[in-house]
């Protein structure tokens, strides 16, 4: 329960003291409070922080970011920053083995075993290079903009087809679309030129004109489509409704069929098929009618353009990373850039409502609509915000691009309620809804999660405060967020406050489960890393408690840039990180580690219990009454926290200690990086429920390695008595990790989620070039 709230409990109590004594005109005027006063709880979860939000440019006052690959979640798509864009996209399958709509490939699917598919190239404003690589067909997706004219200017796409090997010869449909939601004021209609293409209008482009053009080759069959489609997220449905069967030269084609179209307004959706045999070029060129244009973006001026703005980004990716002149080869510099691409070419553009859920709301209700600017963990299995990832984002992010990063920032600011609070997942629009199984889709407002992205300003702070101070722009924009900064402070220390003054804790644990071994704390984002085992309002989270020390210290920092008072930020930075208090809470003396505290016992099973109908299914059982103590018989990722957070003072004899565990294969340390979860720990690798694997009970997590590293180099700089020691693990751990990450990209085509501890295999969700494209960083040795 939070600190606020507790106080609005009192003025009701104390409310209803007075009306007892009170008159009953009196009596009435309190009960009308009551019931105002209700609807004010229940509307504060969805009542924005306030009217003066930090982005305060965007859509075409920000022409050159205007038009982007914003639609992460598809293979190939193009859109605006605008509530309701005119969106792009293509979908693509091979007539000879179509079965089924899934054999369409549209939305990032891992279900559709691509050998690999990543942006190899991406600068996150002006263009992009994509290598997708379908078993032996290499399809690339290139795009460049040209900026002129009024609404953010033009585009051209090039999609080509062409086999790896040299020995298909394959028939490809390549289906190419152009749709506007209902919502979007403004029309579409098909023209042809040579192929059928599109034009329209709308409020936020103009008169525009789509012209598809096959460059290299003949298009063996084309048809085209222009029809109703009732939302996004249902563009493939529509296509597979109005696919007709076709033999056509001893193939069976699925063509459309309604040639002639008839002009409706509710039409929304145009579609064309191409189908060829590959190789195939086609250009799809986008023209704005307020630009003038000596010549249109396509063959050999596109190949040019895209080459001019692909040096620029070598040159830039050399002078911003450096890895050239760290001596990595050109294959590890290779899979650098696409580790980068892949993150700065997933920036999404969302729109829409949150579900929420606060005590006071008797079912979830509408947060307000608001866009969302952000990168996504995984384009295929995570495409959508999710605030603890976007902190990690963004240190890349900021490293090539502040002012990407700031507006990143800026956006998830002004997601912020009146109460401070910023919900962790964010599912906004159709498309993304359409993603996510209901259960996972309601935030409640009494759930954090760690408040990364005061990392994410202290490593701007620290790496970039010249480029901050330089532009007025700049420091505005941190101006404008400061508020909302100290507000989000005062949520985390006022509504995870422990009982214990100093201390802190994750709320959201299911105290009352009988299924899980271990009630996971989703909100402190390490999912079902062991904890108490019986939550209680007792326990106190070392990880919190260092993320608030570290935020607290972060506001000082940004406040005495911006010349703000800052003495309670400073006061309780200091108190938090002092660390004769930090081991009377946390540290155990017995296993020499730090640890959470709460009321637990390791001897918990999950026990099989049979029914009458001789179904099974597994219960957790609990063999030994739990006890106050500290959970110290586990150790990872959490117990690193004070090191990993610089809580600990560089003359503690606490890092030796730490320095040896980390080094012990037996405990944390492999070739491929640190482990979540110490091998010695009882729920190390063990199932949470029936059906929930480990998560973070053992893989590596790069994410974790990263802080680690930036913290051995931390510790390693001067001359602190374990300096020469942070050295050594520095070295070792940032090489153990390069070379693997980079081995399974080799191996597998792909980032990965988190890493096998024994085998170093990528493991989870994939491509995942969220946090672990921090690899770059590492290698480019910028914390
Ligand atoms: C590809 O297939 C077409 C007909 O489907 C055939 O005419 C052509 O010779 C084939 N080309 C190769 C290189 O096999
Ligand atoms: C417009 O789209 C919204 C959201 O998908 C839907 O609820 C509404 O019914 C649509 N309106 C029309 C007129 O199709
Ligand atoms: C494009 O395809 C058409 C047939 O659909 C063909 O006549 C034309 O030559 C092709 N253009 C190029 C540049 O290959
Ligand atoms: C955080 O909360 C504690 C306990 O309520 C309080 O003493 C401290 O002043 C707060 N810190 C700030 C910066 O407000
Ligand atoms: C290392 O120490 C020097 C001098 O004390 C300081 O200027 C520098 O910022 C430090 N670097 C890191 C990474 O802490
Ligand atoms: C990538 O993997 C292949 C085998 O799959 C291997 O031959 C090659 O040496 C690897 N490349 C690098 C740079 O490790």
């Known amino acids: 329960m939070s600190v606020n709230v507790e106080r609005y409990h009192q003025n009701e109590n104390s409310s209803f003291i007075c009306s007892v004594r009170a008159f009953v005109p009196a009596f009435c005027l309190v009960v009308a409070f009551c019931i105002g006063y209700k609807g004010y709880l229940e509307t504060r979860i969805n009542t924005p922080f306030d009217k003066l939000k930090v982005v305060h440019k965007t859509s075409l006052s920000v022409p050159d970011r205007y038009w982007g690959s914003y639609r992460p979640y598809v293979y190939f798509g193009m859109k605006t920053r605008d509530p309701y864009s005119l969106v792009t996209g293509m979908m693509w399958y091979y007539p000879s083995k179509i079965q089924k709509g899934e054999d369409i490939r549209h939305w990032c699917e891992q279900n559709d075993y691509l050998k690999g598919y990543t942006w190899t190239e991406h600068d996150g404003r002006n263009f992009g290079i994509q290598i997708i690589n379908d078993d032996d067909i290499k399809i690339t997706t290139s795009f460049v903009k040209k900026l002129h004219g009024n609404f953010g200017g033009d585009w051209t796409a090039r999609i080509s087809f062409n086999s790896a090997n040299k020995i298909v010869n394959e028939t490809v449909s390549l289906l190419l679309y152009t749709a506007i939601e209902n919502q979007t004021v403004g029309y579409i209609k098909p023209k042809r030129y040579g192929i059928m293409s599109a034009t329209g209008y709308t409020e936020g482009l103009g008169e525009f004109r789509i012209k598809i053009k096959n460059i290299t ?326 990880d919190l408690r260092c993320w608030i020390a570290y935020s607290a210290a972060t506001i000082v920092k940004v406040s005495k840039l911006l010349n703000k008072p800052y003495s309670r930020f400073a006061e309780t930075a200091l108190y938090l990180s002092d660390n004769f208090l930090l081991d009377q809470h946390h540290w155990s003396e017995t296993h020499e580690l730090y640890a ?46 004070p090191f990993i957070l610089h809580l600990l003072d560089p003359e503690s004899p606490k890092l030796e200690i730490i320095f040896k565990k980390l080094r012990d294969p037996k405990l944390l340390w492999t070739d491929f990086g640190i482990r979540s979860l110490s091998k010695n720990s009882p729920l190390y690798m063990k199932y949470n429920t029936e059906y929930d694997p480990p998560y973070w009970r053992g893989s590596i997590w790069i994410n974790i390695n990263y802080l680690i590293i930036k913290s051995l180099k931390y510790y390693s700089n001067g001359s602190g008595p374990y300096s020469t020691k942070a050295k050594i693990l520095y070295q070792e751990l940032r090489k153990n990790i390069i070379t693997n990450v980079f081995k399974e990209y080799n191996r597998t085509g792909y980032l990965w989620e988190h890493y096998n501890d024994i085998t170093g295999h990528g493991e989870g969700s994939r491509p995942f070039t969220g946090w672990t494209s921090l690899v770059l960083l590492i290698m480019g040795e910028i914390f």
């Open 217 to 542: 080759q003949s298009v063996i069959h084309e048809s085209y489509l222009f029809t109703k489609c009732s939302s996004l997220n249902v563009i493939k449905e529509t296509i597979l409704n109005n696919f007709h069967l076709l033999h056509f030269n001893r193939e069976r084609l699925f063509v459309f069929t309604k040639n002639l179209y008839s002009i409706n307004s509710e039409s929304n959706l145009i579609v064309t098929q191409l189908i060829f045999k590959i190789p195939f070029d086609v250009d799809v060129i986008f023209e704005s009618s307020s630009a003038f244009r000596q010549e249109t973006l396509t063959g050999d001026l596109y190949t040019a353009e895209l080459n001019k703005n692909k040096k620029l980004f070598n040159d830039n990716f050399e002078k911003t990373f450096k890895l050239d002149s760290k001596k990595f080869n050109m294959d590890e510099i290779k899979f650098a850039k696409a580790a980068f691409s892949n993150l700065i070419g997933g920036i999404g553009y969302f729109y829409g409502a949150s579900q929420v859920l606060s005590k006071y709301t008797s079912s979830p209700v509408p947060y307000w609509k608001a866009p969302l600017y952000t990168a996504v963990p995984s384009r295929s299995f995570f495409p959508r915000g999710f605030l603890w990832d976007e902190g990690f984002h963004g240190l890349v992010i900021a490293v090539w691009d502040l002012d990407i990063e700031l507006d990143i920032i800026s956006h998830w600011f002004d997601l912020m309620n009146v109460e401070g609070w910023i919900p962790r997942e964010q599912i906004l629009g159709a498309e993304a809804l359409s993603r996510v199984p209901s259960e996972f889709v309601t935030q409640i407002n009494t759930n954090a999660n760690p408040p990364v992205f005061f990392l994410t300003l202290s490593f701007i702070l620290q790496n970039f405060e010249e480029q901050l101070i330089e532009q007025s722009s700049r420091l505005e924009t941190l101006d404008r967020l400061y508020n909302r900064l100290v507000a989000w402070f005062d949520w985390f220390n006022n509504t995870q406050i422990g009982i214990i003054p100093g201390t802190y804790r994750w709320r959201g644990r299911d105290s009352n489960t009988n299924k899980e071994l271990n009630p996971k704390t989703l909100t402190s984002g390490f999912d079902d890393y062991p904890r108490a085992s019986h939550p209680t309002d007792e326990e106190m989270h070392l």
């Open 596 to 641: 959470d505290y709460g009321l637990h016992t390791d001897e918990i099973i999950l026990f099989n219990i049979h029914d009458k109908n001789a179904n099974h299914h597994m219960e957790r059982k609990v063999l030994k009454s739990p006890v106050f103590r500290l959970v110290d018989s586990t150790f990872g990722y959490n117990s690193l926290f």
